[in-house]
């Protein structure tokens, strides 16, 4: 059973609906990428594993809101019969 759980400001653990719900509701809002930039990318294949790293500068608009992205981000790939899949990610304030 597939799943992707997910932590929000402290509380509880989402489930994988309740994650895919929020991801497409907030990726959904966006009106425009004004900037999509990252620093410092890496990526390390061990057999089936892959880890990227990088940091991240971006820009994007919500309406007339403008949110600037500045972290450092970790995603844990694994490759299965449909391609790579993200089985992990972590986000951490970054100062560029």
């Known amino acids: 059973m597939e799943q992707n759980l997910e932590y929000k400001n402290g509380e509880a653990v989402n489930d994988g609906e309740a994650n895919e719900s929020y991801e497409r509701s907030a990726f959904g809002a966006i009106t425009e990428v004004v900037k ?3 620093e410092d990318f890496k990526v390390a294949v061990y057999g089936d ?3 990227m790293t990088f940091q991240s ?3 994007l608009k919500f309406g007339d809101d403008l949110v600037v992205v500045n972290e450092q981000t970790t995603l844990l790939f ?3 019969n449909n391609g790579w899949k993200i089985v992990h990610e972590h986000h951490s304030p970054w100062t560029p």
Do not use: G
């Open 36 to 38: 999509f930039d990252t």
């Open 49 to 51: 594993v892959a880890n």
């Open 57 to 59: 500068d971006f820009h």
């Open 78 to 80: 694994v490759r299965t």
